[in-house]
């Protein structure tokens, strides 16, 4: 196990289009997260898993956006009715509850046009 | 909001000389404290921590140092090298940090001279 592996590493897609992105944790981390980083800024929490279940939701994560970790494992992320401002860099990290420093992912880079 | 922020936004400096990165945080009630450092195209990468019971941690040439009477947090690196030219940011977990959710600053871009 290398690290955390997020897939695809960049999406291009016409607005209004739904796009999910994967998330492969290190596999001994039972905490999972979701980050957004648009250009210039530091990265953004979204949202945060324990195991399989989702424990905090930002309000950066509007109705248009869902994400799951259904076997406390891999996580995805899915984006319906995709806006041009949802272009970013979507980042997910791992830790585990010994250990809070993360492990980040090198990010799915979405390009909405 | 509550935010983590750098005081500027690029340092450059020259290979061999120290580099010293700032960061001012809000929230006087955050415990712990991260360093990351972010190359183009890749995601964060931890460099060094801190909890808020302690005012200096020091790594591999890297040193940070957290002055909570001023709440300001800083990273200083040794002998800066071509490989250290990155974007830096500081990172709070904020309150008891249970979810260990961190917050970010805008990141200050360190650009090394050879």
């Known amino acids: 196990d290398t690290g955390v592996s997020q897939d695809p590493r960049h999406k291009i897609t016409k607005r209004g289009q739904n796009v999910t992105f994967r998330c492969d944790p290190i596999?001994?981390?039972?905490?999972l997260y979701w980050y957004r980083q648009t250009l210039g800024q530091g990265p953004e929490f979204l949202t945060y898993?324990?195991?399989?279940?989702?424990?905090?939701k930002s309000r950066l994560l509007s109705d248009r956006f869902s994400a799951e970790r259904p076997k406390g494992s891999f996580s995805t992320l899915e984006i319906q009715r995709t806006e041009q401002g949802d272009s970013a860099m979507y980042l997910c990290?791992?830790?585990?509850?010994?250990?809070?420093?993360?492990?980040f992912g090198s990010g799915t880079r979405l390009t909405v046009v | 909001g509550e935010s983590v922020g750098l005081h500027l936004p690029t340092l450059s400096v020259q290979e061999g000389d120290n580099s010293i990165i700032n960061c001012a945080y809000s929230?006087?009630?955050?415990?712990?404290f991260i360093w990351y450092k972010q190359e183009s195209g890749k995601g964060p990468q931890f460099i060094i921590d801190i909890r808020s019971n302690m005012d200096k941690r020091q790594g591999q040439r890297v040193t940070v140092l957290l002055n909570k009477t001023v709440k300001h947090l800083s990273l200083q690196i040794a002998a800066t090298q071509p490989g250290d030219s990155a974007v830096y940011f500081c990172a709070e977990i904020p309150g008891s940090g249970n979810t260990g959710k961190l917050i970010f600053g805008q990141g200050t871009t360190l650009q090394v001279k050879p």
């Open positions: 596999s001994e981390h039972n905490r």
């Open positions: 990290a791992s830790s585990s509850d010994r250990d809070i420093r993360y492990t």
């Open positions: 898993f324990q195991n399989e279940a989702q424990l905090e």
């Open positions: 929230n006087s009630a955050s415990d712990y």
